[in-house]
């Protein structure tokens, strides 16, 4: 298809030359001109807070991830240390290692959006996802602020509205894992590159108002960072030579960063007022560097590599000198390297332990040869999840294709052109990336979803205008309708597609009977009016079914995420989650004060009564008992734990078939006093030991020692 065929989308695109510049007045307070559309940018943010927000806590964290990474960011606010992550518990058996180690796996965002959601909001599930929601709506607004700036305000509306009701963006948006803090963070980038490369303001002198939020952001992000690593690493914990301790001394890796931004600044501000594209690009590099801490080097390299192949397909090299490389690397480094810097120092530098669990087993291993069972599957392996993920803007594909393939046709291009490329671009070089990776979660094609709904956006945008041809229109509508047909079919039979998006056993077993037939019947009943508005736009032509279709469409998302976020998770969260059980636990065990040393986060949650995991590694039972359970692995720390208990009175979490093995293990006096306590959650059981329920509470609870004969550390 060439692009001569598509000359009517051509004509309504931005016709503002990209390369005008005029002399720019002194900064004003507040640009009107910019600032005119802030009672729609409002209501972005309101009808995303109110999608994201309501309930966010009402369901238990799911094993899993949700549990594990909420934990460590729980054991940060317990050890006061804010650099080096740590997971595990510290009870140990003579002759057995301690579980609890450094926790190397994953970068420090999301950590601390949980510490202080949990310092925040208490210890809670509120606490834990809030960071994650508040990326999600920074997402949401920031393609609107995109969509608006390059094309129009319609358009902005159409991709916020696209990417709010995208399956994965808002169910990731209620999981506390580090997918959103990635991808939500590299969205806003890509959307702030977009408005400072393509938008139609970026030569106006920016007002003070921008430029004061722009300083007040990266200073509120950097300063924090330095007063960790300049408390927290005051003196490196190993044997340096003199150069690699200053350099590794936590004030002088403060005065690096300082001095990079001083330097920003400087030459930011030196000879001329700043330019909103300016300011825009550098808000692109700061949001570079917080995906970096959200993801690693994904967090640069993945946009690095969607602008570089945007330059190589569209042949714009110049346009790397507006850029604003340098400055901006500037700013990426304060912002996304402090921490690196403070792991480096601290765990033996390149080849140390932390380079070698995460750079070499969590990046290259992940990409080249894999580290999961989950590794296989080639091209066509994420497709099927990509449908699930961005229904039902998944099947706008076939225009999607088209209409980005025939713009490389194209040499007359307008911004919009230029930026609609960008965006296609953004979608080839995710989903490239991650079909090539060995390791393949399926939420690994994450990446690749907002693309696909700005993109969709665009293609409504265009339906709305009357600029898809009709003879163009009826070929990729009735491909759009096939495969709409199969996702919606296919989420209608199994309602456990939704929730195999972010999931760890795609297999394991959940409640058919109780939950099936009321998910089904609600995926049937909101995939039936998406038919509806996919019928309606079929006739472009006739403009106010199209609006009809398209509003349709967008309402019932929303409606769809709400329902997603508030009645398909919590429903089946029991399957997912141990929180009912640990409640249980809590209001069955005699309470006392928590012991010296304790964070406020246990006050009423510590018991006299121990808690053993039984031959079990699903990381919720660490989280919800805040590491007081006494993880049992192996028939060596069995004997010991029984020997040191003696008859006293526990609580065990375990798998519903291990039951009968571990009341065989108990000497036989004990094995009539276990009584399961909770057995509602569909995979484990907590089963009381030598307790006397009869008056309300169990009995004496036991001596908890090490192997030392001494009080383990909390």
């Not at 004003?28 to 005119?36: A, G, I, N, S, T």
């Not at 300083?215 to 330095?226: K, M, R, S, Y």
């Not at 006093?673 to 030598?690: E, G, P, Q, R």
């Amino acid at each position: 298809m060439s692009g001569r065929q598509w000359e009517p989308f051509m004509a309504s695109s931005s016709s503002e030359s990209f390369s005008s510049a005029s002399p720019r007045p002194p900064m004003r307070l507040l640009d009107q001109e910019v600032w005119k559309d802030w009672h729609l940018r409002l209501g972005v943010l309101l009808l995303s807070v109110l999608v994201f927000f309501p309930g966010l806590g009402d369901f238990g964290l799911w094993d899993p991830w949700e549990v594990h990474y909420g934990e460590v960011g729980r054991s940060m606010v317990e050890r006061g240390d804010w650099i080096s992550p740590w997971w595990g518990s510290y009870w140990q058996a003579p002759g057995q290692t301690p579980e609890g180690e450094y926790f190397f796996s994953k970068p420090v965002l999301l950590l601390w959006m949980m510490g202080i959601g949990l310092q925040l909001f208490g210890f809670s599930e509120l606490g834990i996802r809030f960071g994650v929601a508040l990326i999600a709506v920074m997402g949401v607004v920031s393609v609107y602020l995109a969509g608006s700036h390059v094309w129009s305000r319609r358009v902005g509306l159409l991709m916020a509205g696209t990417l709010l009701t995208s399956p994965f963006w808002f169910m990731l948006g209620r999981q506390a894992q580090t997918d959103m803090p990635f991808v939500g963070m590299m969205t806003v980038a890509l959307s702030f590159f977009m408005m400072g490369a393509f938008g139609r303001h970026r030569e106006r002198a920016a007002d003070k108002v921008t430029w004061g939020l722009f300083i007040a952001f990266v200073v509120g992000i950097v300063l924090p960072q330095l007063h960790t690593i300049t408390v927290g690493q005051l003196a490196p914990g190993r044997n340096l030579g003199v150069l690699e301790r200053v350099i590794c001394y936590g004030p002088t890796q403060t005065l690096l960063y300082l001095g990079l931004l001083g330097v920003f600044f400087v030459s930011a501000t030196r000879r001329q007022t700043p330019t909103r594209g300016q300011i825009y690009l550098w808000t692109f590099y700061a949001f570079t560097g917080l995906a970096t801490l959200g993801k690693g080097l994904l967090g640069f390299a993945l946009p690095g590599a969607i602008i570089f192949v945007y330059l190589l397909v569209s042949r714009e090299w110049a346009l790397l000198r507006r850029w604003e490389i340098p400055r901006g690397i500037a700013v990426a480094v304060a912002v996304g390297f402090p921490w690196y810097g403070a792991m480096f120092a601290r765990h033996g530098g390149i080849g140390g332990a932390f380079w070698d669990r995460f750079i070499i087993h969590d990046h290259f291993k992940r990409l080249a040869s894999g580290v999961h069972q989950t590794d296989n599957g080639s091209f066509e392996h994420f497709i099927k999840w990509l449908g699930y993920g961005v229904f039902p803007w998944g099947s706008f594909v076939p225009a999607i294709l088209a209409r980005g393939l025939s713009e490389f046709a194209g040499s007359d291009r307008t911004d919009g052109d230029r930026a609609r490329i960008f965006v296609f671009v953004w979608f080839l070089v995710a989903f490239s990336l991650f079909t090539m990776s060995s390791t393949k979660f399926h939420h690994y094609i994450f990446p690749a979803v907002p693309a696909i709904a700005l993109l969709a956006a665009l293609v409504l945008d265009d339906l709305l205008e009357g600029r898809i041809p009709f003879r163009t229109w009826w070929p990729l509508y009735a491909g759009g309708i096939a495969l709409f047909v199969t996702v919606g079919f296919d989420l209608m039979s199994d309602a456990q597609h939704l929730k195999n998006m972010f999931t760890y056993k795609y297999d394991r077993e959940w409640d058919h009977e109780n939950w099936n037939a009321p998910l089904l019947a609600g995926m049937r009943v909101l995939c039936a009016v998406f038919g509806l508005g996919m019928l309606l736009i079929a006739w472009p032509w006739r403009r106010r079914l199209a609006t009809a279709g398209t509003a349709i469409l967008l309402l019932n998302g929303v409606i769809f995420s709400v329902w997603v976020l508030n009645v398909y998770m919590p429903m089946i969260s029991p399957t997912w989650s141990q929180r009912g059980l640990w409640q249980a636990y809590y209001d069955l065990c005699t309470p006392m004060t928590p012991p010296p040393g304790s964070t406020w986060l246990k006050d009423g949650r510590y018991c006299e009564e121990s808690a053993i995991s039984y031959k079990l590694n699903w990381r919720g039972e660490t989280y919800y008992t805040q590491n007081d359970i006494i993880p049992i692995r192996n028939d060596e720390e069995w004997t010991f734990f029984k020997e040191q208990n003696g008859d006293r009175c526990f609580f065990g979490i375990m798998e519903h078939s291990r039951v009968g093995g571990f009341r065989s293990a108990l000497p036989a006096h004990q094995r009539e006093s276990v009584t399961v306590v909770h057995d509602d959650n569909i995979k484990f059981a907590l089963v009381a030991i030598n307790c006397d329920f009869d008056d309300g509470s169990p009995t004496e609870a036991p001596d908890e020692t090490n192997g030392s004969g001494e009080a383990s550390p909390p």
